[in-house]
């Protein structure tokens, strides 16, 4: 495979972390090069399947490289499409990471470039406020699947939750947040911006779809409405398989909204889940193959200074294990995997999962990373809460 030049600009109009989405959307291969006037020498990032898996700048590699860089505000990329020879360093969610440099940059823990002293490390320590929500954003919007654009103020609400409906929107401007509705009042739990989505394409699975939470302008903003005819009958053709997997992801989104809720009103969660479990895959190993469960369940945990939290209960239908296409930010490099002695499992294939995947549209394969994206978001800011309840 030759090399090719497929990516160029400036960062001040294509930030890293908007690069990041857009190349993990693309299941980009390659190396992104990253130069300033500032900087005697570029930052490298290296891609493998839209994932980053190495870095360099400067005297920093690895994560510490690529949190450096979020500081480069001023300065070029060129993104080559090539393959890879790179031992892979980083294994965090590429959308962790984006919302960890964010965060960083803005609580004044990365050097900006052009004031900084060269060879500082990046090291996250958190502080601020604890409840900051990240603004989750999408690739690029597909405008072939917007059937017509709605405009709302700031402060109104767009959907509410429990109530029917199974129309989906795409942001083209603005910044929305999702709230649960509690018996305390409105609990906000994720902002989302340009290119994320209101709604779900599990709805299209399932009929009768309840909206699972509340959606509220926070600015002025612009929504596409995505033509529900030509999804519906692209998500007919979608195999059993395919369509419990959705069905899947949508539930474990859901549940950490639900977790994240309970845990900014400050309720602790127990391990008592894991009595009666064996953990099947350990957080942090590299341990491959994508199931569906057809008896027993299982608990997604990460582990916390305060000990393990449960993100999610699978049953059957569900899947478990390494997503070839996504990075949900849980198992196996950033969560546990509990199960009850009457587990059964039924291995899949990832090559024929991930040939339907590349088969579908690029708003259906959007939405379906733009859930794996929310549940990213909603387990780091949550789990980082959590350490903090006292």
């Not at 490289?65 to 294994?91: H, M, N, V």
């Not at 009595?275 to 299982?298: M, T």
Request: glycine content about 8%; charged content about 25%; aromatic content about 8%.
């Amino acid at each position: 495979m030759k090399s090719s030049y497929a990516l160029a600009g400036m960062l001040d109009f294509l930030n890293l972390g908007e690069l990041f989405q857009l190349l993990g959307a693309n299941n980009s291969t390659g190396t992104l090069r990253i130069s300033s006037r500032y900087s005697e020498e570029p930052g490298i990032i290296y891609f493998q399947s839209g994932n980053p898996i190495n870095a360099t700048a400067g005297s920093l590699t690895g994560l510490d490289a690529i949190y450096a860089l979020f500081g480069w505000s001023d300065g070029e990329f060129e993104f080559i499409r090539e393959p890879i020879d790179q031992k892979t360093t980083i294994k965090k969610n590429r959308m962790e990471i984006t919302l960890e440099g964010m965060k960083m940059l803005d609580e004044g823990l990365i050097d900006r470039m052009g004031s900084s002293a060269p060879g500082k490390k990046a090291v996250y320590k958190p502080q601020g406020d604890p409840t900051a929500l990240p603004v989750v954003k999408g690739p690029l919007v597909d405008y072939m699947y917007v059937a017509d654009e709605e405009d709302y103020v700031a402060g109104e609400t767009i959907a509410k939750q429990g109530r029917h409906g199974n129309w989906i929107w795409v942001v083209l401007d603005g910044i929305l947040e999702i709230r649960k509705e509690t018996p305390s009042g409105q609990v906000p739990i994720i902002r989302i911006g340009v290119g994320s989505f209101i709604g779900s394409i599990a709805a299209f699975i399932v009929q009768g779809s309840v909206r699972a939470s509340t959606v509220v302008a926070i600015t002025d903003v612009q929504l596409g409405v995505l033509d529900s005819q030509r999804l519906s009958r692209e998500n007919a053709l979608l195999s059993d398989n395919f369509s419990k997997i959705i069905k899947s992801l949508d539930k474990r989104y859901k549940q950490c909204a639900n977790l994240s809720a309970d845990i900014f009103q400050k309720k602790r969660k127990s391990d008592d889940f894991l009595v009666g479990k064996e953990p099947i895959i350990r957080e942090g190993e590299s341990k491959e193959g994508l199931f569906l469960i057809e008896q027993g369940n299982a608990f997604i945990a990460r582990k916390t200074e305060r000990g393990y939290i449960p993100l999610a209960r699978i049953e059957e239908g569900d899947f478990v294990g390494q997503m070839p296409f996504l990075q949900v930010g849980h198992e196996p490099y950033s969560a546990a995997v509990f199960a009850s002695e009457d587990l059964q499992l039924k291995q899949l294939s990832k090559e024929e999962i991930q040939k339907e995947f590349e088969a579908l549209s690029t708003t259906m394969k959007n939405l379906i990373e733009n859930t794996a994206a929310g549940i990213s978001a909603l387990t780091k800011t949550t789990c980082d809460f959590y350490s903090k309840i006292r």
